[in-house]
């Protein structure tokens, strides 16, 4: 394959995520694709030190605002999906408002801005183990359960 200088401005890559379930074990992996911004190299130094920079500081300041969370870097750079689901198992379109919702779900902005990360080096997707997609209800749910401490409960 050669080299084009002109690509897209993003790009979709594979994702996998686990959830907590209702009898606190991790989910098994749920895949789906999402639509990352494409950033030049600097963009992308300053995104993995952002992130760096957050995690050695909420050790010390759960309330720091210094770096970038990873709900922020997923907010900035994250464009659209494939295989993410709402009622009725029908595909979800992508909005801001959705993705609120998808990031509201406790660690998924965490593994997503991980994934991203390893999307710059071309790691693999790893084993084809999992469920297709992510539910919207599930999703729901699990934002749910993060504010008021409810639990889970998954579908399939």
Request: charged fraction near 25%; charge should be negative; proline fraction near 7%.
């Amino acid at each position: 394959m050669s080299f084009r200088l002109d690509l897209s401005p993003d790009y979709l890559w594979p994702v996998e995520i686990t959830i907590p379930t209702e009898n606190g074990e991790e989910s098994e992996p749920i895949k789906f694709k999402l639509r990352f911004l494409r950033v030049s190299d600097k963009e992308a130094l300053e995104f993995t030190s952002g992130l760096n920079t957050y995690a050695r500081c909420i050790q010390d300041n759960p309330n720091t605002e210094e770096g970038i969370t990873p709900r922020q870097l997923c907010e900035e750079l994250i464009t659209g999906w494939d295989d993410v689901l709402g009622p009725g198992d029908e595909p979800l379109e992508f909005t801001p408002s959705n993705l609120s919702i998808v990031l509201d779900v406790a660690t998924v902005s965490g593994q997503i801005a991980k994934q991203w990360a390893e999307s710059l080096t071309g790691a693999p997707e790893g084993n084809s183990k999992g469920r297709p997609a992510i539910s919207f209800a599930e999703a729901a749910q699990a934002a749910k359960r993060s504010k008021n401490g409810s639990k889970v409960k998954r579908s399939g």
